[in-house]
């Protein structure tokens, strides 16, 4: 996986068009099972609920310690896959949502303060996509494919769109399953793919930068620190300063961290209040159906996902830092008008789905942006801390609305305050963001967007 040139300076071998692609399926792959796992315990809540004894409040109580537990998991990830590598972060993590669902099969017999663990583990299946941001960022920019380089947004969108994939196989496969082999048996079931992309996992190829990194580390302890220059200074890589969570909020990396990390939070009340609570919203501000609401569901998913592609296509031509601002921003707008808009079917379909598509279809970038936002050193922690720090937002979110709903204001108010306006001033604070990316290609003289040399 490497050679040695000239005068002692190492090289990682060359990306193959074969290793893209397949690094991109099973990224897809992994981020799509990852979703399963993560969407299904929340649809089966109920199911679990009546089989453990757990009444409504119990269940609602029960959740929030698992999105609790499902964070703290998320962040703990970046670190090791900045320590053990890329691929060793895809198969521990869709590995351990795999992991996860079997163990949350066995759960009926257990107390919940063990469930809880249990489905903590889920957080190991959402930082996936964190380290799919950071391995496939590394991966593109290492490949001389020159329509990839001028296509990484869109490819990556196509990964990125396995969040409504994984949710609509849940929600079919369960819809199927469920009267056959009960709620146990959908963990069961949903198991075994992502297991099974584990296995497949594991024979990536590591990302050039890592590989990289894990050889200056040998230079340095073999004392060839003369070496180390040259080959730090020929990939374009900075292995000086500090490494883990200090890194991140040190330096440059800071203002990166504080922008991106906060405008994910901010981004996740609008994904609480109109994506996972968006039944509840429609049918409180508008007295739509629940049938006709969960069509209106169905079809702006639908619609997000055609965002995925969008947004990603601009992001590689406009910048993926404004198109993401641009996004929020409409989004916010546009979740406005549909709130305090006519009750009209069309309407609030037409207003709700604009909404769904400048939400959702920003995320094609957002993962992508921020693994090209980071240092090589430290960009698994980076990743993770951005998109494990998310769903903090929904939490504060839950906690809002129901304080709103307590003074007496109702879901109008509600959702305008914890979900439009912060779709909105995440737009704004994203632009906070440096535009310049990390996005360091070895082997080749340093240029703009590159990572600097100590």
């Given at each position: 996986?490497?050679?040695i040139?000239?005068?002692?300076?190492?090289?990682?071998a060359?990306v193959?068009?074969?290793?893209?692609?397949?690094a991109?399926l099973?990224a897809?792959?992994?981020?799509?099972f990852a979703?399963?796992?993560?969407?299904?315990?929340?649809m089966l809540?109920?199911?679990i609920?009546?089989a453990?004894?757990?009444?409504d409040a119990?269940?609602?109580?029960?959740?929030?310690?698992v999105?609790?537990?499902?964070?703290?998991?998320a962040?703990?990830?970046?670190?090791?896959?900045?320590?053990?590598?890329?691929?060793?972060g895809?198969?521990?993590t869709v590995?351990?949502?795999g992991?996860?669902s079997?163990?949350?099969?066995l759960?009926?017999?257990?107390s919940?303060?063990?469930?809880?663990?249990i489905?903590?583990?889920a957080?190991l299946g959402?930082?996936?996509q964190?380290?799919?941001g950071?391995?496939?960022s590394?991966l593109?920019?290492?490949?001389?494919?020159?329509r990839l380089t001028?296509?990484?947004?869109?490819?990556y969108?196509l990964v990125?769109?396995g969040?409504?994939?994984?949710?609509?196989?849940?929600?079919g496969?369960?819809a199927?399953?469920?009267?056959?082999?009960g709620?146990?048996?959908?963990?069961?079931?949903a198991a075994?793919p992502s297991?099974l992309?584990?296995?497949?996992?594991m024979?990536?190829?590591?990302?050039?930068?890592?590989?990289?990194?894990?050889?200056l580390k040998?230079?340095?302890?073999?004392?060839r620190?003369?070496?180390?220059?040259?080959?730090?200074?020929?990939?374009?890589?900075q292995?000086?300063?500090?490494?883990?969570?200090?890194?991140i909020f040190?330096?440059s990396?800071?203002?990166t961290t504080?922008?991106?990390?906060?405008?994910?939070?901010?981004n996740?009340?609008p994904?609480?209040?109109?994506?996972v609570l968006?039944?509840?919203?429609l049918?409180?501000?508008?007295?739509?159906?629940?049938?006709?609401?969960?069509?209106?569901?169905?079809?702006?998913?639908?619609?997000?996902?055609l965002?995925y592609?969008?947004?990603?296509?601009?992001g590689?031509?406009f910048?993926?830092r404004?198109?993401i601002?641009?996004?929020?921003?409409m989004?916010?707008?546009a979740?406005?008008?549909?709130?305090?808009?006519?009750?009209e079917?069309?309407?609030?379909?037409?207003?709700?789905?604009?909404?769904?598509?400048?939400?959702i279809g920003?995320?094609s970038c957002?993962?992508?942006?921020v693994?090209?936002?980071y240092?090589?050193k430290?960009r698994?922690?980076g990743?993770s801390?951005?998109?494990?720090?998310?769903?903090?937002g929904?939490?504060?979110?839950?906690?809002g609305?129901?304080a709103?709903?307590?003074a007496g204001q109702?879901?109008?108010i509600?959702?305008?305050?914890?979900?439009?306006?912060p779709c909105f001033?995440s737009?704004?604070?994203?632009?906070?963001a440096?535009?310049?990316?990390h996005?360091?290609?070895?082997?080749?003289a340093?240029?703009?967007?590159?990572e600097k040399?100590?």
């Open positions: 996986m490497s050679n040139q000239d005068k002692g300076s190492w090289q990682p060359p193959t068009t074969g290793q893209v692609k397949y991109t099973i897809f792959l992994a981020w799509t979703v399963y796992d993560f969407i299904l315990f929340g809540l109920p199911e609920g009546r453990t004894g757990l009444d119990a269940q609602a109580r029960l959740a929030t310690w999105a609790f537990g499902t964070v703290v998991v962040l703990c990830i970046g670190p090791l896959v900045d320590r053990f590598g890329r691929r060793f895809m198969v521990f590995g351990g949502a992991i996860c079997g163990l949350t099969a759960s009926g017999s257990i919940t303060s063990v469930l809880i663990l489905r903590s583990l957080g959402y930082a996936e964190g380290v799919n950071a391995y496939l590394e593109y920019s290492a490949s001389k494919d020159p001028k296509r990484q947004g869109l490819v969108s990125q769109g969040w409504p994939i994984g949710a609509l196989l849940a929600a496969l369960t199927v399953l469920l009267p056959l082999i709620w146990e048996g959908c963990f069961i079931f075994i297991l992309v584990a296995l497949l996992a024979r990536l190829r590591e990302s050039p930068q890592f590989e990289t990194l894990r050889k040998e230079l340095r302890q073999a004392g620190h003369e070496q180390a220059q040259v080959v730090a200074a020929s990939n374009s890589i292995e000086e300063g500090k490494t883990g969570l200090r890194a040190s330096g990396a800071r203002r504080l922008a991106l990390g906060g405008a994910h939070l901010l996740w009340f994904v609480q209040i109109f994506s968006g039944t509840t919203v049918v409180n501000v508008h007295h739509v159906s629940f049938g006709n609401s969960l069509f209106i569901l169905v079809l702006s998913n639908l619609v997000a996902y965002g592609l969008i947004h990603g296509y601009f590689d031509k910048g993926r404004n198109v601002a641009f996004g929020w921003i989004g916010g707008f979740y406005w008008a549909m709130l305090f808009g006519p009750s079917t069309w309407i609030v379909i037409a207003l709700y789905s604009i909404g769904q598509f400048f939400l920003p995320y957002v993962l992508f942006f693994g090209e936002s240092e090589s430290v698994g922690t990743a801390f951005v998109t494990g720090i998310g769903p903090v929904a939490i504060i979110a839950s906690a609305s129901a709103f709903l307590d109702g879901w109008l509600a959702a305008f305050w914890c979900g439009a306006v001033l737009g704004l604070v994203v632009l906070m440096p535009s310049a990316a996005t360091s290609n070895p082997g080749k340093p240029l703009e967007t590159k040399v100590a």
